[in-house]
């Protein structure tokens, strides 16, 4: 992290390393309030780490658990928070229904192929309004693009901004096509514009370091994003590689038949395929080849190890 960067008393960020998102704790003199609690196959060290904060504050009891939007490696500890510390979780206002509902076809999980925990929501947070955490004002955007109801948290006095995925210092989350087809390049393209024009001085992005220089990640992502646009079909090679990663990522090893059956199975791949006019057994074995390549992945005897 930047040692440079002026960050509020009651403010910490755990950095986690892939599958989980970061952590954000802000606090008061009364509440402790969290953002996003990570992948599911990490929810010992996800306790661990709150167990860790809770220690070091006295008389603070935990409040709110918020999302930025509800992708498995940002909401898989949800369940474990909520029963396990009593927090009351807020996500974003259009997926309010559909978590109460658990439509698992307007969640996404089952059609990224990742497993998430059912959870239930105390409430939702809106575009355009201001949440009170730690102290703190926090305006509440709508950030379109890798997730369409994903929202950002911005501190005007701090110049902060808890962006997600849909910024980080390198690019962004996955452009993932929806069942049209689409990818919502024009989203994510006003997302970055609206980033822009909050000026923010400070970006806790959720995955990686929190970073400075924002301008020149504005750029990288501004630039990448017309790659991706120019060239859909690289687009949708880059997610079935970012798919196959998490998967073993998760997994860590599997049979060679196992990757390929999910492979099968997992919705956002066969329309990848489709897409791309390949068979979805084409599909797996040039993203098994790219990530061997990018020394991402291993094969020894039909087993798949994690690299
Ligand atoms: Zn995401």
Redesign the pocket.
Request: aromatic content about 0%; hydrophobic content about 15%.
């Given at each position: 992290m930047a040692s440079n960067l002026r960050l509020p008393p009651n403010f910490h960020v755990i950095e986690r390393g892939w599958l989980s998102?970061n952590q954000i704790y802000i606090w008061s003199e009364s509440f402790l309030d969290v953002i996003d609690s990570g992948f599911c196959t990490h929810q010992a060290q996800t306790v661990e780490l709150l167990n860790l904060q809770m220690k070091t504050l006295t008389d603070v009891s935990p409040r709110f658990l918020i999302n930025t939007?509800l992708?498995s490696?940002?909401c898989g500890g949800n369940a474990f928070l909520i029963d396990g510390f009593g927090f009351k979780l807020l996500v974003p206002f259009a997926e309010f229904d559909a978590v109460q509902d658990w439509d698992e076809a307007q969640l996404g999980f089952t059609e990224l192929g990742q497993p998430c925990p059912v959870f239930s929501a105390f409430g939702s947070y809106h575009p355009d309004t201001v949440l009170t955490l730690g102290n703190l004002d926090w305006e509440i955007y709508q950030a379109p693009g890798?997730?369409h109801e994903?929202q950002l948290l911005f501190n005007p006095e701090y110049k902060i901004l808890i962006s997600?995925?849909a910024l980080w210092e390198k690019g962004f989350?996955a452009l993932f096509p929806n069942d049209q087809g689409f990818s919502n390049f024009e989203g994510a393209l006003s997302t970055l514009e609206l980033i822009a024009e909050l000026q923010p001085e400070i970006v806790v992005p959720?995955h990686g370091s929190i970073f400075g220089n924002v301008s020149n990640a504005i750029s990288f992502a501004q630039e990448r994003l017309s790659y991706l646009r120019d060239n859909p079909e690289r687009n949708l090679i880059h997610i079935a590689n970012v798919l196959f990663k998490f998967k073993i990522l998760e997994w860590q090893s599997c049979q060679n038949d196992v990757a390929l059956s999910w492979f099968q199975n997992t919705l956002m791949l066969q329309r990848i395929a489709k897409l791309l006019n390949v068979s979805i057994q084409e599909l797996y074995q040039q993203s098994m080849n790219s990530l061997i390549k990018a020394n991402a992945m291993r094969v020894n005897g039909g087993q798949l190890f994690n690299a």
């Open positions: 998102a939007h992708h490696d940002h890798h997730e994903a997600g995925d989350g959720g």
